[in-house]
């Protein structure tokens, strides 16, 4: 069973760079049909999707208008880990971080491809990050 752990600053002074990283047991990240994503809380809101690292190592990430491009996703294969970088942090950038796993797959003909998903399956404990000076 996978298990994902997230790491890294509890606390971040506003302008900074916050890095995160997941370390995933029980299962490789490079793993056929495994997608891997970060999420955040923040205080009193819902969850906001902040990026994607896919099995082969495609990235995606958000460009929400409160993200503005500010977000990284990069993997370590041999560590089996992945990480999300948040450039330029502000107060409002406070929240609980999280690390999920997702499966998928796909069906295909000749003139066809369909990429399916099962939804976010494993998810770390959560971290929470405080933007503060």
């Known amino acids: 069973q996978v298990q994902l752990q997230e790491s890294g600053p509890g606390l971040v002074i506003p302008s900074q760079t916050l890095s995160l990283t997941c370390t995933v047991s029980?299962?490789?990240?490079?793993?056929?049909?495994?997608?891997w994503h970060w999420l955040r809380q923040p205080p009193g809101k819902g969850l906001e999707w902040m990026g994607t690292?896919?099995?082969?190592?495609?990235?995606?990430?958000a460009s929400s208008p409160s993200l503005k491009s500010r977000t990284s996703i990069s993997r370590d294969t041999s560590a089996n880990e992945f990480t999300l970088t948040l450039s330029s942090v502000t107060p409002e950038d406070t929240a609980v971080y999280y690390c999920?796993?997702?499966?998928?797959?796909?069906?295909?003909?000749?003139?066809?491809?369909?990429?399916?998903?099962?939804?976010?399956?494993?998810w770390g404990k959560g971290t929470l990050v405080t933007v503060s000076s």
């Open positions: 690292v896919t099995y082969s190592g495609t990235t995606y990430s």
């Open positions: 999920t796993r997702e499966r998928g797959g796909y069906v295909a003909g000749s003139d066809y491809h369909i990429d399916y998903f099962y939804g976010m399956d494993s």
């Open positions: 029980g299962g490789s990240i490079t793993a056929k049909y495994q997608y």
